[in-house]
C-alpha cells in the first residue's frame, strides 16, 4: 500500500509541466532517504502505513542508500522521457518499458516470496521495511 501512496505522490508531482516527470521519478528514487521534517526520515507512503525503511548497518537512511534500493522505479521515468528522442527514442520506448514492468514484477514477486519480505532493491542496498513503532 505505501508504494501506491508514493505512486500518487510522484503521479500528482508528474502533471507539473515540464519538469513534473523529473520531478516524480527522482522523487521516487530517493523518497526513503529524505530528511524533511514533515516526513520524518520516511516517504510519504511509509509515513501513511507505519513503515520505515532501516539500513542493517544502523545508520540512518540517507539519498545514496535511497537511490541504491530504488532505482528501478526510475526506469519508466526513461521509457517516458524517450518520447522526446525522435525515431531511436521512440524504438527503445517498448524494451525500457518492459524492462521496467519486468523488474517491478521480479520486485513484487520477492515481497511475497522471501522469508524476509526483503525485496532485490533492500538487498542492493542492505536495507529491509519495519513497522514502525507507536
Known sequence: MA????????????????????AGAAYFVVRDGLTLDFMDGRSIGKHV????VARL???AMDIETSARRNWMWGIGA????????????????PFVALLGLGIGLYEGYRVL????GRRWGDEMA?????KQKS
Open 78 to 93: 526513461i521509457s517516458g522521457a524517450l518520447a522526446y528522442i525522435p525515431i531511436f527514442g521512440w524504438i527503445l520506448i
Open 49 to 52: 502505513m507505519g513503515l520505515r
Open 3 to 22: 508504494i501506491l501512496v508514493d505512486g500518487l505522490v510522484a503521479g500528482a508531482l508528474s502533471i507539473v509541466p515540464f519538469v513534473g516527470g523529473i
Open 57 to 59: 548497518d544502523g545508520r
Open 113 to 116: 516470496s522471501s522469508e524476509d
Open 126 to 130: 542492505q536495507t529491509k521495511v519495519l
